[in-house]
């Protein structure tokens, strides 16, 4: 059977959301064996989920991992805006989020709180450099570059539309959506993954941070009884405040990143031709509408 490459887009992500569950059911073997806690596990867990839906990738469309995977070096400069973009767009995520979780829950937050007794360097590694790196050579990898066909906008949308999904839970979709459509981007411009590993990083790692010190000052009790609305208020007031600096950062990284110097000579970026929405290739397929019947399943009875 012959998949387009948006149908191998959602195919590789239903591959790899499978894999999830499955480990879900079968890693405890592994939890039994070498600690829930300990960093052995860790490492296994996250090879597990991760390694074969992108080896089984690579085996069965026998591309080549370094067209895919491109990790050019990016400079100082969008080190600098990068970490900046990631550090001023989290208070609009955790507006996102707080909306989310009204109506969801708080899953997020409560799986942070379980690592509040664990080894700072594990929850770290668990929470924001194993995900900046399985997550992105897998959706800002693998996805994001199978829609090569389809326009900047929609492949952005659609490669954070999965990266939402993938997390099989309505708190976490919005936010995940977003920040994928927006880790695309950071891709797009710099023609790196680094540029998203470093704003996935970056993002997970402040949050994380902050939540452990919300827990252990008893700020995360205090603000889990608070009211709805002044809640909402205080998300839109810090977003609203942060606003400006934001949009300059972005304004700083598009101007950095509209064209570089090779040789002297002012050429355009070599990505600029990679999306042009000419292929007629449907986002819509099989493994597509089977992935969202699983999120679905998972968001609403699971």
């Known amino acids: 059977m012959n998949f387009s490459k948006t149908s191998k887009a959602s195919a590789f992500a ?18 039994n064996m070498l600690g829930a806690d300990s960093l052995l596990f860790l490492i296994v867990s996250q090879l597990c989920v991760y390694l074969p839906p992108i080896w089984a990738y690579f085996f069965i469309t026998r591309e080549s991992p370094r067209s895919v995977f491109s990790l050019k070096a990016m ?13 001023f767009i ?20 409560d799986y942070i709180k379980s690592f509040s007794s664990l080894p700072i360097y594990y929850t770290v590694l668990s929470t924001s450099v194993f995900p900046a790196v399985f ?3 897998s959706f ?20 954070g539309l999965l990266f939402g999904m993938a997390h099989l839970n309505g ?16 891709v797009y411009k710099t023609g790196s993954l680094a540029a998203s590993m470093l704003s996935h990083f970056t993002i997970n790692f402040t949050q994380t941070m902050l939540t452990l010190y919300y827990i252990k000052t008893g700020v995360y009790d205090t603000a889990a009884q608070a009211d709805f609305s002044a809640s909402i208020l205080s998300a839109v007031m ?21 064209r570089h110097e090779t040789g002297g000579i002012i050429i355009e970026h070599e ?16 493994p597509f509408i089977l992935f969202a019947v699983i999120f679905a399943v998972y968001a609403i009875f699971i």
């Open 90 to 109: 989290q208070p609009f995520l955790m507006l996102v989020s707080t909306l989310s979780s009204y109506v969801f829950g708080t899953e997020t937050s």
């Open 135 to 137: 997550e992105e050579l």
């Open 171 to 186: 708190e976490q979709f919005f936010y995940a959506f977003f920040m994928g459509a927006v880790f695309c981007y950071l």
């Open 271 to 286: 990505e600029d031709m990679d999306y042009s929405d000419d292929s007629g290739e449907k986002l819509i397929s099989v």
């Open 238 to 258: 810090l977003t609203l405040y942060m606003l400006a600096p934001l949009i300059l950062l972005f304004a700083l990284f598009e101007y950095t990143n509209r």
């Open 14 to 31: 239903l591959m790899l959301t499978v894999n999830m569950i499955l480990f879900s059911l079968y890693g405890g073997i592994f939890r």
């Open 140 to 159: 800002r990898g693998i996805v994001f570059s199978n829609l090569r066909s389809k326009s900047l906008l929609k492949a952005c949308l659609f490669t």
């Open 75 to 87: 400079g100082i400069k969008n080190i600098l805006l990068i970490i900046g973009i990631s550090i």
